[in-house]
Structure formats: structure tokens, C-alpha cells
């Protein structure tokens, strides 16, 4: 079975602490996070129809230029 292809990674952490979505292609979506300072390294598989609208919105915005039609078909958006 092959790796579904990775749409983009965006980075919407803060304060030194990674909050990072990679969309794929297959429609799931990947949450790399830190919960805080001592909870570092967390991973999440999400459906990317069950990200709530500003999360999708943000995603949408910070992704690059050239992938944000694919990744709007994958927010449906």
C-alpha cells in the first residue's frame, strides 16, 4: 500500500510551542502538537471533515498559494 501524498504542512503554533497540520490527499489530516512546556510531541490522525471551521479557515490561509485550491476541495471550503 502506498502513503497517501501530502498536500502542505502548515505551522499555526505559538510561545515556542509546535501546533503543525499536514493535510494529505486521502482526506486526513495529521496534528504534530505540544500540550504545553512538559507534554511536548504529540501526534493526532484526523478527518479533515471534522476540523470546525476556524481551524479549516486558518489552514486554508497559511497554506502556500500554489496548494490552496487543493487543500479548499480537501477543507471544503
Not at 499555526?12 to 510551542?17: A, C, D, V
Not at 499536514?22 to 490527499?25: G, H, I, V
Given at each position: 500500500m502506498t502513503?497517501?501524498?501530502e498536500i502542505c504542512t502548515v505551522f499555526?503554533?505559538?510561545?515556542?510551542?509546535d501546533n503543525d497540520y499536514?493535510?494529505?490527499?486521502d482526506g486526513r489530516?495529521?496534528?504534530f502538537y505540544d500540550r504545553n512546556m512538559y507534554s511536548l510531541n504529540h501526534v493526532n490522525w484526523l478527518d479533515a471533515k471534522?476540523?470546525?471551521t476556524?481551524?479549516?479557515?486558518?489552514?486554508?490561509d497559511e497554506c502556500?498559494?500554489?496548494?490552496?485550491?487543493?487543500?479548499?476541495?480537501l477543507l471544503n471550503l
Open positions: 502513503e497517501p501524498k499555526l503554533g505559538s510561545s515556542g510551542l499536514t493535510l494529505y490527499e489530516v495529521k496534528r471534522d476540523l470546525n476556524s481551524i479549516k479557515q486558518e489552514l486554508l502556500p498559494e500554489e496548494l490552496k485550491e487543493k487543500a479548499r476541495q
